[in-house]
């Protein structure tokens, strides 16, 4: 039986075009794009093409504002640390909020050991930052703001709008971390009025290892990786050329497609929400119930435990997750879920389902009769779930 | 007419294998290796394998002491930085030598502007380092050593048994830069005694933005990428499993055919280095005679521009580098070339020839053709060309 992918946010699979990209640029032996004769050339024509498809898709002023990364991680630590650090003479103070991604939160706490200082502003029950909590945080020597423009786990999407309009006034660098956002939902740098912005290659299916960071002109930051003079001294080292083709047509593809994604996205959840309740009872949806992702939805299941849920369902052939994937082996209650008011034994009862392109209605409907069973199944061994709960 | 790469330490092509591996991987829709379903475990395994071939190249005792980075760059940035700064309560003096690549100069540069001291030692007229020179550098507060294996524009090795055995006698950390050796020449992280090392999957043919760290068992150093928990915490990020797959098989096939490699290698070095004569006058030849990496030759040709000849060379469809291609753009004379006691004008008429498996016998022939028709036209007209000195 094919396995039902319902974890897109661990790994979208690539495109079919971006296969092609990639393979065909395997078969053509491209050179080094800094080298100065005719197999450099090839390879810097390729690499500055990807960039503006990636511009263009977030719709920066110039295509130099974008610089390739190994991903969203190097993206966002690239941003976090590297205004810090060029910023450390005029303050050494970090605002940011309690949803972020781990990629945030720990650059931060390494800055801490660096004695830098950090206030964290909270969010409310949906996961919304309160822009006037950004204003009243920043203070004198305050020198970044880092808010996400999505959670990962909840699909919430923040003011990023207000909090930049903010920022500007106080003459603060802002960086978004997009990763979860960019090819997915529109996301325009320039509306937006960030001054950094993070996103990576494989949430909008191409392939992962790949990504980069928005730097808006003027935009001073220490590079994370000293070395060669690639990506305008901003990101030395020789360029995943393969991996930003690859990128460079997910792109494309996503600004293209973004409309008829966006309306297969939004069936499914609306489908998910609605059929929920007739398959389980006793869960949670989290996240705002407008301003979110269209291809996530998370639900605690009350009185069961997610890690064996995950497990149950693989059994099946249904991928799901109880959290994003890169903290999956921390096995401790998601940050996310305790801030916006989950307790503890119902954030460890917490799904995470996320769908692509290629999911259909049908995908859904299997994973809804997988999962009543599993609920059923885990809830009669659950020394948790009191009788008065039985259906 | 076809394009004749002898400027290989740019980029090497990948072989049919790395080719057919990435091609495969991309083709087989891995997960993400951190997730808990079946899509991850396959994404898991693969990721393992490749780690184990690349432990094996090295030699070093456990597939874990292996993390997987975007290249040599990163490599060396996360060894260098990171000792630095775990260590900064025990000292922060860092000793190297003068002919080190941008990556760990630039590195070291980096962590000057964060008060650490750096001492670089010099390097005699091959290039050799003297271990008595760095035995003497290392103070009470020097925390790291970082000297590279091989020099990537004049090939020679470095003595980095005799160093590690002072290093590990004074309990310092010995980074190593084998970005160019690894792969080329046999390196084993035992037998050398290193703590660190560095390498990067392209100079045995593998892909372009992929590398890895050796980590010695117990060697303490921070994250570059915070975030997730991948590579045992010392990596955050989602892996290019596409390019360490290439890597891993890259690895293997280093490993079998090292020694017929090696062979072409030397015979092709030895054809340069006899014809020359034949057909240029005026050259030094740069680097040591004996210990030296078998795939390169650096000539400095006088009274001619080095990037005019790599011009004029490209015109006959013939792929050369003044230096590494890191470096291409920044046009300064190279500080190695310097350090050997080049003089500018010298160093300025560099070239370095690199070539690789797939290279010919009649590929140096064709080269040293143009060679003699551009070296002859370009000092036709330079004013520094002296009438004496003509043939």
Not at 103 to 110: G, M, T
């Amino acid at each position: 039986m094919d396995i039902v992918n319902l974890d897109h946010l661990s790994a979208n699979p690539l495109l079919p075009e971006v296969k092609d990209a990639m393979i065909n640029a395997i078969r053509a032996d491209f050179g080094n794009p800094s080298s100065q004769h005719k197999l450099g050339d090839r390879a810097s024509e390729a690499l500055e093409k990807s960039r503006e498809s990636v511009a263009q898709m977030i719709n920066s002023e110039s295509p130099k504002e974008v610089v390739f990364t190994s991903g969203g991680t190097e993206s966002v630590n690239l941003a976090v640390k590297g205004v810090a650090w060029a910023k450390a003479e005029k303050g050494k103070h970090i605002v940011t909020s309690n949803i972020e991604h781990n990629a945030v939160l720990r650059s931060l706490r390494r800055l801490k050991m660096m004695d830098y200082k950090v206030t964290s502003v909270p969010v409310d029950s949906y996961g919304l930052v309160n822009p006037s909590d950004v204003a009243k945080a920043i203070k004198e020597d305050t020198v970044l703001v880092s808010i996400m423009h999505s959670n990962n786990e909840i699909g919430t999407i923040e003011p990023i709008e207000e909090i930049a309009s903010i920022t500007r006034e106080k003459n603060v660098v802002f960086h978004v971390d997009a990763v979860d956002s960019v090819g997915v939902v529109p996301v325009d740098v320039q509306k937006l009025g960030v001054d950094l912005l993070s996103f990576a290659s494989n949430p909008f299916y191409g392939p992962t290892g790949v990504g980069g960071l928005y730097v808006r002109r003027g935009t001073h930051l220490w590079p994370l990786l000293d070395g060669g003079v690639q990506e305008s001294n901003r990101r030395a080292g020789t360029e995943n050329l393969i991996g930003i083709i690859g990128m460079g047509v997910a792109a494309e593809l996503a600004v293209k497609d973004m409309e008829g994604r966006t309306a297969h996205m939004k069936e499914m959840k609306e489908t998910v929400l609605r059929e929920l309740p007739n398959y389980i009872e006793h869960y949670i949806i989290n996240g705002h119930p407008e301003r979110s992702l269209p291809n996530l939805v998370s639900v605690s299941i009350k009185y069961i435990e997610g890690e064996s849920l995950v497990l149950m369902l693989d059994d099946d052939n249904i991928a799901v997750s109880t959290r994003s994937a890169c903290a999956a082996g921390a096995l401790q209650a998601s940050h996310v879920l305790l801030s916006i008011g989950r307790d503890f034994a119902d954030a460890q009862g917490t799904l995470v389902i996320t769908w692509g392109i290629e999911n259909k209605k049908e995908d859904l409907f299997r994973f809804l009769k997988a999962l009543r069973e599993a609920v059923k199944t885990l809830r009669e061994i659950s020394p948790l779930y009191p009788k008065s709960a039985h259906a």
